[in-house]
């Protein structure tokens, strides 16, 4: 009886706060380095005289090193342990993102860019693999709900904050501000060896390539896709859009909410993290209103296209919480940081390509609403998948 309530009862608060801190100021860092580049990005152009394509790669270069990197990030999970490899990650992360306040030309601009997304994309398998050794299994899902508040308050604090607040502190100096946003991450690196739990390396050879056997990392591969295109596509032609329907003023306060929307998913996420995390129905259903929320963007005008936006920006993360938590539920300790990896491989892969795609038919046929309309195609297309996903868990074995 003594050993059953030593297994089932939770850590002590005490125990259980440092680590929620962590993980939330990790999280944190899986978006301050990308999205303070659009705010600073017309300063970075006018000196070092950037052509509209260079000055856009700033923010989609590290997007498509997120599927690249994540590789790397399974790879080091397998050899050298999931925290190990998140500390690694966070310090090539603050190498690249000082870096891009440092470099004297386009060329190591870019290039430190690269370096900044990989560190970015190696963090990311390596939370979720963290997870069941920190955290009881009960825990889990309201572990990866804490720490993905972190990256979507990331988000909205990089893109909000960085010109009213932090720069004028930085005598508006686009250089001294990324330094200020990056180089505190190297302190939650060397915070992250503070839990006594998980200290040991892999033993053994740990696969770390993909298994493409394995039905769900397609299938939350696929459904990551729709929703990083949802959000990032929308995101990038959401100016297009509002000019062709003539509300072109509007895009501040459009903006405003569309991505204030993600701070509010990750806190209901937060509040319902045990309740929907794992199931299949929740993950219908959000995948579902995203669609209908992208669809109300094109159909509608004046303030229902932007509420229906901010509709589906608000699911669209809640989708991405549930699906990003679904590896440390339903696979084993060993196999979480791989599993995370492949669904983040096509995940990313396709937030970058399938938005790109709809920009080439919008500038084919004149009309921004074509490259909503081909994100919508894609989803629909990879909707019916979500209805075959067998998230029931494996046994996960002690720490």
């Known amino acids: 009886m003594a050993e059953h309530l030593a297994a089932t009862t939770p850590p002590p608060p005490a125990r259980l706060l440092p680590v929620a801190v962590l993980l939330w100021l990790a999280g944190l860092y899986l978006r301050i380095p990308v999205l303070v580049a659009p705010p600073l990005a017309p ?33 080091a999970i397998a050899r050298i342990g999931p925290r190990n490899t998140l500390a690694l990650a966070m310090v090539i992360m603050v190498i690249g993102s000082a870096g891009r306040a440092l470099v004297p030309d386009t060329l190591t601009l870019m290039l430190a860019s690269v ?24 825990h889990l899902a309201l572990g990866s709900a804490i720490y993905m508040n972190g990256m979507l308050m990331g988000e909205f604090i990089g893109a909000g904050i960085t010109l ?31 839990p006594k739990r998980e200290w040991a390396k892999p033993v053994g050879q740990v696969a770390w390539l993909p298994d493409w056997s394995n039905p769900l990392t397609l299938k939350i591969g696929l459904l990551l896709g729709l929703s990083g295109s949802m959000f990032f596509g929308l995101n990038a032609y959401m100016g297009n859009l509002l000019e062709q329907q003539g509300q072109f003023g509007k895009l501040s ?3 405003f909410w569309f991505n204030l929307a993600q701070v509010l998913a990750s806190l209901i996420m937060l509040k319902m993290a045990r309740a929907w995390v794992g199931r299949r129905s929740t993950i219908i259903v959000a995948a579902a209103l995203s669609i209908l929320g ?22 669209s993360g809640i989708l991405l ?17 791989r599993l995370s990896a492949g669904t983040f491989l096509v995940g990313y892969t396709l937030a970058f390509s399938i938005p790109m795609l709809g920009g080439l038919i919008a500038d084919w046929t004149g009309d921004a609403r074509h490259a909503i ?3 919508i195609a894609y989803s629909l297309l990879v909707l019916p998948r979500a209805f075959t996903l067998d998230l029931k868990p494996k046994d996960q074995p002690g720490s």
């Open 43 to 75: 300063f970075i152009s006018n000196e070092l005289t950037l052509t509209q394509a260079l000055t856009g790669a700033l923010t989609t270069l590290p997007i498509l090193m997120l599927a690249i990197g994540s590789m790397p990030g399974s790879l």
């Open 115 to 138: 370096v900044m997304g990989l560190g970015v994309a190696m963090m990311q398998p390596a939370l979720p693999a963290l997870l069941p050794r920190w955290l009881e299994p009960h």
């Open 164 to 194: 009213p607040v932090l720069m004028p502190l930085f005598d508006n100096s686009w250089r001294a501000t990324l330094l200020a946003w990056s180089l505190p991450a190297l302190l939650v690196a060397a915070a992250l060896y503070l």
């Open 253 to 255: 306060d459009a903006l």
């Open 294 to 315: 992208a669809l109300g963007a094109i159909t509608f005008t004046s303030w229902w296209s932007i509420a229906s936006a901010t509709l589906m920006s608000l699911t």
């Open 321 to 337: 919480i549930l699906l990003v938590a679904v590896p440390p539920l339903v696979t084993t300790s060993p196999e979480t940081g």
């Open 373 to 375: 309309l081909t994100i």
